[in-house]
């Protein structure tokens, strides 16, 4: 069993949808979870950040862990055309020092808003 | 230049070149990292430096060797590559704290490498 798995998609929507990204995982101490966004021909840019389980809201974006389920999702809200890119799930099992602090990612999720 | 920046942008090198990636942070962090990515798969940990001392190497070949002069910049040098090696190589950078939490870490845009 991989230790994140992340649907790749590809997912398309219109514009103004809600869009729902999820990661499940497997290793029940990781602590920290991110969501990356990568544009093509660009490095991943971290979009949220979360600790331990709940939710974080910036703007159009919402993280939700759920570690008892270890589930992970990503909603984003009024969904733009700019917002088409690829979305990495991330998570580590804690703070740096050798191989704990290192990130495991997932395969990414390729999305496209249509106009 | 700010952020992280990576070069070649492109490379299309031999199995029997060596060539090497460079990569420099202008953000002041004290660490450094080169991961591979490749179609379909999860981005891949290959190397950490902390403090220019290497902390990690994830089971890398030895076709692929890395080096740290200073906390500023990172390369990764290239012999006898196989095709199956033809990925994008990202570097990023973080400031570890020590402290019990996640840096974030910040990406380079990648270098795009096709092995022949």
């Given at each position: ?30 602590q920290?979870?991110?969501?990356y ?46 917002d ?16 704990q ?13 249509k106009? | ?19 090497s ?23 891949e ?68 490498l096709?092995?022949?």
């Open positions: 069993q991989k230790e994140v798995e992340q649907d790749p998609g590809p997912l398309s929507v219109p514009e103004g949808a809600i869009v729902s990204l999820n990661c499940t995982y497997s290793n029940s101490a990781f920290y979870f991110m969501w966004r990568q544009y093509s021909r660009k490095g991943p840019e971290l979009l949220m950040y979360t600790y331990s389980s709940g939710n974080k809201e910036d703007g159009r974006f919402t993280a939700q862990v759920d570690k008892s389920s270890k589930y992970i999702s990503l909603f984003i809200r009024d969904s733009q055309p700019s088409s890119a690829t979305y990495l799930c991330a998570m580590a099992l804690g703070n740096y020092g050798g191989s602090g290192n990130l495991i990612f997932g395969k990414g999720t390729k999305l496209s808003v106009p | 230049e700010t952020g992280v920046t990576q070069t070649p942008r492109h490379l299309v090198m031999g199995m029997t070149n060596k060539k990636l460079k990569c420099e942070q202008h953000l002041g962090h004290n660490a450094m990292y080169w991961y591979k990515q490749s179609a379909k798969k999860p981005l940990l290959m190397f950490v430096y902390s403090l220019e001392e290497r902390v990690e190497n994830n089971s890398v070949p030895s076709r692929f060797s890395p080096e740290c002069p200073n906390s500023s910049h990172l390369f990764l040098h290239l012999h006898t590559l196989q095709p199956e090696d033809s990925a994008l190589y990202l570097c990023a950078s973080s400031q570890e704290s020590g402290a019990d939490i996640q840096e974030t870490q910040y990406f380079g845009p990648g270098t795009r096709l092995v022949l």
